[in-house]
């Protein structure tokens, strides 16, 4: 496994398993994938607020605490900063004006056998149909400065507990939730002594990381993805605001429905 689960993680472990274990019912597969010993990255898909309790939950029952990069400012505000360098969480300086430093912390943090969580998406999805959007190249270029695997985690049913942008919550015990842990990327051809300096090996091992996400979530959902992914920089949708909005909607038809089959 990674690294024990020590601290406040530890604590934290001990209240989510009965809290999780009623609140949701998790439908897992592919576990084999994940490395028996060693660093690692994963890269889920991200659909709601509520999917990164999921996944540490789910790693955290398989003995891998998942240290999830988190902005670099949170960790300088009382208690959350804390809570954050307690757990063991990765701070990402965005605002460095070297690019190497942005994820020096995560480096480190694989340099020291831990599994490191990071969405390739960089934030919620804003695709309208919730498929994963254009990825940011941070796994691509942890993956070729380090050499750890990357194993992409499909994952759906988070945003059913709390809808993507809206506030609201389903608080009823066994919502489903569905995760599948993929294959590891094989990104063996694009390793050389650049490391993340080779731009080129950067953008494919970035499309591979995302095609192998988005073949998971297919293959959850049962329907092919847009043959390209949403790109909020040069493409017109919906804002938070609406699209939280949906999801509210969303949750009222699907309560009505269940009401008049009652």
């Known amino acids: 496994m990674s690294k024990p689960v020590t601290g406040l993680y530890r604590v934290v472990k ?35 607020n509520f999917d990164p309790v999921c996944i ?15 902005k670099a400012e949170l960790f300088k505000t009382p208690v959350v900063g804390q809570i954050l360098r307690s757990m063991g969480m990765v701070p990402v ?19 020291d056998g ?14 309208p149909q919730m498929w994963p959007m254009k990825p940011k190249t941070g796994a691509a270029r942890l993956a070729l400065d380090t050499g750890v695997p990357v194993i992409p985690i499909a994952q759906w049913g988070a945003h059913e507990v ?23 990327v094989d990104l063996s051809d694009l390793m050389t ?15 591979r990381i995302h095609a192998a996400i988005v073949k998971g ?12 992914p949403w790109d909020s920089s040069v493409m017109s949708g919906p804002d ?7 999801s509210k909607w969303r949750r009222s038809l699907a309560k009505r429905g269940r009401s008049l089959k009652g």
């Open 217 to 228: 979530v297919e293959e959850i959902r049962g329907e092919k993805a847009p043959a390209k």
């Open 193 to 207: 002594e650049e490391g993340s300096a080779n731009h080129e090996a950067v953008q494919e091992a970035t499309r």
């Open 56 to 70: 540490a939950h789910f790693m955290m029952q398989r003995g891998y605490p998942v240290r999830f990069l988190a």
């Open 162 to 184: 709390i809808p993507r942008y809206a506030a609201s919550i389903d608080l009823r015990p066994q919502r489903p939730i569905i995760i599948r842990v993929c294959p590891p």
């Open 240 to 246: 938070k605001k609406t699209l939280g909005r949906f």
């Open 14 to 48: 001990g209240i989510a398993k009965p809290l999780m274990g009623t609140w949701v019912k998790m439908d897992v597969s592919g576990e084999e994938h994940l490395p028996a010993e060693g660093a690692f990255i994963i890269t889920p898909n991200h659909i709601s």
């Open 93 to 111: 300086e965005r605002n460095s004006d070297d690019p190497a430093a942005v994820l020096e912390y995560a480096r480190q943090a694989l340099r």
């Open 114 to 127: 831990e599994c490191v969580g990071i969405y390739p998406e960089g934030t919620l999805t804003r695709d």
